[in-house]
């Protein structure tokens, strides 16, 4: 079976070619990147669950509690998953939620320093 082309280095300006994502040089440098949404869960399953749950579920729960009516487009993880896929797929930790307010519990509530993968 024949191998897989050698891509561009990722690393901004890099005219390495490499097998992996960084070449030899900046791979070191990119130790602790954060995984794509894809490796971290959110891929063509979640999107279709995701859309379904939405579906049930129109409006946002955080806006409703201020006795705002807004479209939910996102849904939340009420407890972060941080990469555990018990937790990631548990509908009763899931709540709909608009941009604006996922955005704010996101940065208030679910920082994280370090990404564990």
């Not at 040089?25 to 949404?37: E, G, I, M, Q, W």
């Amino acid at each position: 079976m024949p191998k897989e082309p050698r891509k561009p280095c990722k690393h901004n300006g890099c005219p390495l070619l490499t097998d992996d994502k960084y070449c030899e040089f900046h791979a070191k440098l990119h130790v602790n990147d954060r995984p794509n949404a894809s490796e971290r869960g959110y891929d063509n399953r979640w999107r279709k669950a995701r859309k379904r749950f939405l579906n049930l579920n129109p409006l946002c729960k955080q806006c409703q509690q201020k006795g705002t009516l807004t479209q939910a487009t996102v849904v939340d993880h009420i407890k972060p998953h941080r990469g555990d896929q018990s937790l990631f797929w548990d509908q009763s930790n899931w709540q709909p939620l608009c941009k604006r307010c996922h955005d704010r519990k996101t940065i208030t509530e679910d920082r994280y320093p370090v990404y564990t993968f």
